[in-house]
């Protein structure tokens, strides 16, 4: 079970050390380790991150040689 919070700006400390305000969307998943191993559960998090960080990797991810 994914559950997404409110999309918010928040104050963070940016690169040079100085403070910015930043969006962020704060996310919380649930899976049973009886069934998925949470090594699992934490990829597909990291993953969803990359995605909502720079979606236009959506549209440009090499998938393989599916459809050929």
């Known amino acids: 079970m994914l559950a997404v919070g409110t999309v918010r700006g928040e104050v963070i400390v940016d690169d040079h050390g100085e403070p910015a305000v930043a969006t962020v969307a704060r996310m919380t998943l649930a ?20 995605y909502l960080e720079a979606p236009i990797t959506l549209l440009t991810c090499d998938y393989g040689d599916e459809g050929s």
């Open 31 to 50: 899976a049973d380790h009886r069934i998925l191993d949470g090594a699992d559960a934490a990829e597909f998090m990291m993953t969803l991150k990359s």
